[in-house]
């Protein structure tokens, strides 16, 4: 039997996201890797959401007689070469120095929106030098005050959209990070927040510091007055990330959000969540056009893409592929992810018949497995 | 690649349930560890228990803005901290000397109630003098003498409901107790029976010395007119255990039960017994509100007590868990568990969105696995 | 950690069916395993027939009120002491040399129906002889005249019901019979046809002997009028086994059938054919009451026995668990085995609140897994 | 315990396709292994097509009455002996120095239709020669004229049918052969197209020259438009290849379409597409007898030849399984596969109780499994 080389030793280029993954996980120290990849709780959610995507059958259609599909789209109002934005993601200089800087580089290049969080660890204004189109995360911090002066420095450096993450009162119990005493090394800062070390920097033999940090600073009392409050500060487009019920979906576009994000924060938070996917039409459904509804947890591939529209989503959020693509090599590596995704995206319309972002929007699904909508 | 250091050798505080378990399994000779792991025949319905939780999956509120959720809930008049009483669990000074005053101590401090079964290894006076809320679980002995004395040490030892265990006609066969010759150590006995060593204290090559106890002791003919003698004899609410058919449990409240425990005796009795929680929301129906439901079988994490109410219980009984923190470290260890499982509710309800425990029952829930309702 | 005895070799005694294969496996020439233990095909319908009876979750009831049940019951007109017949199985000196003789005895000494086979490699004249109570079984033979002779053997001999087995128009490729060139020895013979070797006795590289013994002397062409002409020709009560069609199970009791047998011939025939207890409930309704409804296919404990009673079978064959007790210890290890089901049986109509057969064909029942009905 | 022979070593005739599978994988080089086996992206659209067959249970009728089935069909016109046709494949020369000239003279003797590709390592006129029954199968090339010769030189060669590939306006991407460097040996070419070396012949440290190829040559605008065309051109019954969607179906033979086939191209086109059998009766019952309606993707043996039928399907294409034949024996391995496939389907139908294709068409499925319809 032929010896086989392993693709990413023989070209440095890996041919797929879960190439992109291994290559990650032998780079990054074990902890910092269990902060990525790890979940809350038993990690119950976290595997739904693979298994209930998984179980999404799409019924392509034939005869397209389209040349090459166009993957352009808006999303909130921010034009995008692909349905796709990156997610929100802390401290992304844990993984590569540039951090955020080489990620959003990369998102702009590619023509994907950039999501600066409120716990980056580059500053928006550093995010914003790199052209990209940027959105910007907020959580619900103790300090009021501080929330306004994030809404003015986003608006400021040319944020299209604010993203308001509602489903982290307090942070999910990841058994990883708790078990590993996981801890923010000395040169990985909030770079909106404090100047000096933090919660989020103290090593303990058990426990979290980035949960204990998050819980000192966030206000857990954030509620639909504050969302109300905020949508009369700025005249930003507003985005609720998050959302997995329809009710509350309904509300959010009732109350002058462009947008919900269907996410269960990655299977991070409440483990025993439904699989963001199987809460999705339901959602769309409730929206019923009055917003746009964005996606997450789980999209691994364009295949995904597809599955999330096919169901009635606008595009998606791209979680920790991305961050995949940090750690292996900067913001070419991200350029890599989502080139592949882009790809792979393309394909798939193609192979679907789709000429466009919105025929796979009218793709009829059939479910074929756990959770699977 | 880093060694880590595995976490409760690190600081002896176990993080999780699921540590809890391999601590205790660690420690407690194998045919004790199988006594309280083990199920009846294939053990497909203890398995199944824990296929059907995991597949519930909750759908979590959003802008609940609360600062911190209210876990305390009254259950059949008891007030408790959390929606959560100790299953009535036999001899539990098998796996400590301290036996059932430990656990109900640590249960006494965290607020939650702890019930006294038949077979106790303490007697209800030992076990009253910690000052936890006690309930106390009644057998139907073939001594109906001894049925009414135990009401009334009950009553007098301040018990505030009476528990009484229907799907113990006899003792489900259980495979590993046979197979080991389980029977119990000369200094473990049943304390409210008699004095001297009985059937369950017989080592046999091959069958369970507990379960020629019980076929020596319980009367399996328990039936209707039982209850109605029971409810004639004491003022304690009655809590009827064991109930899986909606129209029992409607009976059981018609005739004066103010609760049913959703119970397969965590699949110890029947094998081959419909889950547990499969079974929960028809029950609740059934019952509409004329009585609380409490729910067991597989409870492991305050989401399995979130997914419970969610489905309509009023509160869960905890079982193994219990024991697994018992032999670990005594009365400690059993306050570990509850803490745990506190830390876990308390913080599934504040993701779940919940002010409290009412909220928490308002709660969507969708089936995305095996014999999840 | 303390050794365990494997339970077998401290007593000799196995405790559950699951032992007494283990045993039975461990003594049997692989050749004759494969023959008794493999299905047709790639065995999908073998897995299913297991996969479907563990999905169906039964609803206990509670308060029964009996001290023991009555596991009694009619069968066909035959009073059996459980609701289980020995299912038909060729040549069973090929596991112990008394065959059929010694299965019967300890059949008839367990109150145990024992259907003898058109195939039995004693004759009914000799199996009669154990007193058991008998039904036979017909193959549907070439030679016609044959069969009428079988036919007024099985009366002369005693036997209560005829059993035609129409499930078998040829044998079905068992891929492990045929990769083991399987054929019988020359000692065990089928007793009621010819006397010297035949087609079955021929060892090939490749290929089943029993398939092409099989094929030389059955009749393909059973049908209807094959039936009518049975009906005409004895008084015994017929009993049509291997239906799964509910319109053919209507025709056959309309045609003068007293029972049929809801069976897929444990997965031997049609590999991909419906699991047999995924088709019983849809059999029950089309007899509507018109006869008795039999099932087989992976039966292997009384939980298995109770399932399909609340499915609404009036009984059940039992079929590899008799070769594996034969194997292990001739009729000895047969009353062993009848033994265990029927302690199993008893004790799960107790744990389900059934104080006699017709209770448990009241139970509810829920899917809870791949197949169940 | 007997050390069992492989089967095959000692006769060297495989007794079953998975035995035929395995000799192929153990002779075949591993790109070449890879290319026949591999699916698109990660392969859930591959397993999933067999998973969805496996759950497909289907309900035997008894008392048939008939001494052998007639296997016997017409598909799309052409008199077949069995419901099977070769399905297309590109580049049989890969496996067998013989290719496409070894198979279709299996299929010939067998009396089954055999494809033609485009792709084909060998031209249709030397394929003719072989006296079997022909289809041909267009794949839409950019070149239009060399589109109109192959239906000229198909008529010419006496192809009975055209089809219609319409599935692959791009080749899906197939990661074993990206990272396989996959590339089509000197000596392997597409007989129908240009003489040299094409970019199909190119090896890369990465990415598959058969898919760099297959664009540069395909046109991926084939649209509704062509279908036109192409019925307008040639009076051969016209077979629309790669139809999942029901609407699609009844636009075909509303165009004139003879057929279609139901496949997602053996998974190796759009991954995460519904699997193949999930999708066929809702295709069979849009059709509604206006045309043949044909099925692939996953057909493994004579069981889901039955499968297929019962859900409404007039025949199937026979895919890898004729490869694996091929490579394993060139003509006589292919005759061998088509003969382990005549006697399982032969026997299927008896076992089913059909005395024809026609009354397995009349049989009732039961969904047992994930993705089963
Ligand atoms: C390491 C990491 C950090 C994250 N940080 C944030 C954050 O600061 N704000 C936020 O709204 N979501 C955060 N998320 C959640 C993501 O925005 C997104 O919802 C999630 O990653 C989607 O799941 P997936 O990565 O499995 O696709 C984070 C996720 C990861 C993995
Ligand atoms: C070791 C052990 C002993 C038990 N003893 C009793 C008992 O004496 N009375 C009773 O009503 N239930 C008894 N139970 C059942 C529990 O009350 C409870 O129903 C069950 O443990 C719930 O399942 P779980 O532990 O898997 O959550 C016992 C359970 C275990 C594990
Ligand atoms: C070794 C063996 C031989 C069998 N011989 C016959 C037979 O001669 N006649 C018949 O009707 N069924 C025969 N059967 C089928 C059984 O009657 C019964 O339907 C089947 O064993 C039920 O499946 P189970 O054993 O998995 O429960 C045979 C089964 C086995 C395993
Ligand atoms: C190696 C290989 C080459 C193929 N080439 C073609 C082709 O040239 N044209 C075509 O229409 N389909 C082609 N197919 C798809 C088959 O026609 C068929 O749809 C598929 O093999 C069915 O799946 P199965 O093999 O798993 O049953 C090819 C399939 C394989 C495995």
């Not at 999501?115 to 204004?125: D, M, P």
């Not at 790199?130 to 009021?144: E, I, K, S, V």
């Not at 909106?192 to 933090?198: E, I, R």
């Not at 483990?271 to 963001?276: E, F, I, L, N």
Request: some cysteine.
């Amino acid at each position: 039997m032929r010896v086989r080389n392993p693709p990413d030793t023989r070209t440095g280029v890996p041919a797929d996201l879960a190439e992109v993954e291994r290559l990650a996980a032998a780079r990054l120290p074990p902890d910092v890797r269990d902060f990525i990849a790890g979940g809350s709780g038993d990690e119950v959610t976290l595997a739904a959401n693979r298994a209930a995507l998984d179980g999404v059958g799409v019924v392509p259609r034939t005869f397209a007689g389209v040349e090459a599909a166009d993957t352009g789209v808006s999303l909130v109002g921010t034009r995008a070469a692909l349905p796709v934005a990156v997610a929100p993601m802390a401290y992304q200089c844990l993984v590569h120095p540039e951090g955020e800087v080489a990620a959003a580089a990369a998102a702009g290049a590619a023509g994907v929106p950039f999501t600066v969080g409120t716990l980056s660890s580059r500053t928006v204004e550093e995010v914003a030098k790199t052209g990209a189109p940027l959105w910007f995360q907020l959580y619900w911090l103790r300090d009021r005050g501080l929330v306004g002066e994030l809404v003015a420095r986003a608006e400021e450096a040319g944020c299209q959209a604010l993203v308001i993450t509602v489903d982290v009162p307090v942070m999910g119990h990841r058994r990883r990070d708790v078990r590993n005493g996981f801890a923010l090394p000395a040169e990985v800062r909030a770079a909106h927040l404090v100047a000096g070390p933090t919660e989020a920097h103290e090593r303990r033999d058990v426990g979290s510091g980035v949960a204990e940090h998050t819980s000192a600073v966030f206000d857990p009392t954030l509620g639909w007055r504050d969302l109300e409050w905020l949508r009369a500060r700025t005249r930003l487009p507003l985005v609720v990330k998050g959302v997995l019920d329809p009710l509350d979906a309904a509300r959010c576009v009732g109350l002058g959000a462009s947008a919900v994000v269907v996410s269960n924060h990655g299977g991070r938070q409440l483990d025993g969540a439904v699989p963001s996917v199987t809460a999705l039409p339901r959602v769309v459904e409730a929206v019923a056009g009055a917003g746009d509804v964005l996606f997450d947890s789980g999209v691994r591939s364009g295949t995904d893409v597809l599955r999330a529209l096919a169901l009635g989503a606008t595009g998606v959020l791209l979680g920790r592929p991305v961050l995949w693509g940090l750690a292996v090599d900067g913001e070419r590596g991200v350029a890599r992810v989502l080139e592949l995704l882009r790809a792979e995206f393309a394909q798939a319309l193609l192979l679907a018949g789709c000429a466009d972002v919105d025929a796979a929007r009218r793709l009829a699904t059939v479910s074929t497995g756990r959770g699977a909508p």
